[in-house]
């Protein structure tokens, strides 16, 4: 008998949060525009310079990721603090953000470096690699910036579909294989036939008296019989007996007369006395 679970809200689980899921995934594709302009830093930076050489920008308070499109051999790129007309200190304290640059178009992007800002700051950017880098741009993009555009409704609506979906489905595939775990196959259809007595069938009191007379009638005539014992019985005793007694051969009867005639022989007890007194 097929199993069937008794508890309905495991299943329920699985199809809420698959439903979750799915509106999720319909949300993500339908905003890829405004996804793509979170993630790109060609449309999510606040600052960027083009070419090599110093660049003098302001950056705010944060930490900030400094990426550049594709791979660039030998590329230097220096943060110093402006300090009145002169350049100050370089900045080289890093720092962790959860912006990864990334677009739609696959185009690769390359991080160069994180740096963090303490406070509202005038810098000054010294670009320098091996070859011409005109055409290089570099993005600078700040983690405050990044945070403030993925607060937004439609942003979180997406994420909290897609977290939901991600956790119930689990959660229901792990409850429903203990719900069947815990069930026992049980049987509850009892044949019909055992319920349902005809009574035109049902025998009365003087045939159940007549059958059980003529059963213990059968027995008794049956343990006669039995105990009738089989012709023949003496004559075949007697004649087994006589089977197992041999007569003796003429050499048993020789040995035994010789046997007979040493026993005579033998003095008796206190011959050995009076031979030796005489």
Known sequence: MELEDTNPWPRRIILVGAGFFIIASIAWLSNADNINQVFDPRESATQQTNGDGIHNIVLEEGCWTITSIGQINNLNVSVFEIEGSSLGKEITESCRTDFEPQSIDDTEFNIIKKVKITQLTNVSIDVSCDVSCDD??????????FYEDLIQPSFIFMVSFCCLGVIMMPLGGVLMLMNRA????????????????????????????????????????????????????GQNQDEGINTMVKPKTSEQQAFNQESTSKDSLKPPDDAWKKWDGG
Request: aromatic share 6%.
């Open 136 to 145: 290089l741009v570099l993005y600078f993009n700040s983690d405050a910036q």
């Open 182 to 233: 815990k069930q026992q196959p049980v049987n509850l259809i009892q044949p019909q036939n055992d319920l349902v007595h005809d009574p035109s069938t049902m025998n009365t009191t003087d045939e159940l008296y007549k059958l059980i007379r003529q059963t213990v009638e059968e027995t008794q005539s049956h343990g006669e019989k039995q105990n009738v014992p089989p012709p023949f019985v």
